[in-house]
């Protein structure tokens, strides 16, 4: 467009009166050496466009994975007190009243 630069916002409009988001990716250029089959089985499944793409929704989701059992390792551990039928607002806490139909 003109009036842009390499990371500068267009002349005389900040990004966020002309709708544009001022989130950044960052990317990475790598070089793997990987299975051909799994590769080609994984893009094949995931319907991606592009064994880049194939590849960052592999490792997203691995990410999101190894979160989710890290919480479970909390179980029992006293990091959280509460009370999660309040949390949840699916079951009445002790001694209290629903609050209506869904």
Do not use: C
């Not at 709708?19 to 089959?37: A, P, V, W, Y």
């Not at 006293?78 to 607002?89: I, K, P, Q, S, Y």
């Amino acid at each position: 467009m003109p009036g842009w630069e390499t990371g500068a916002e267009p002349v005389g409009q900040p990004l966020d009166a002309i709708g544009i988001s001022r989130h950044t990716k960052h990317m990475k250029r790598t070089n793997l050496m990987l299975d051909e089959s799994i590769l080609d089985e994984a893009h094949r499944l995931g319907g991606e466009r592009t064994f880049s793409r194939t590849v960052e929704r592999a490792l997203a989701e691995f990410v999101r994975r190894t979160k989710a059992r890290k919480i479970l390792d909390l179980t029992g551990s006293g990091a959280w007190h509460g009370d999660l039928a309040v949390v949840r607002e699916d079951r009445p806490a002790s001694g209290s009243k629903r609050r209506g139909a869904r």
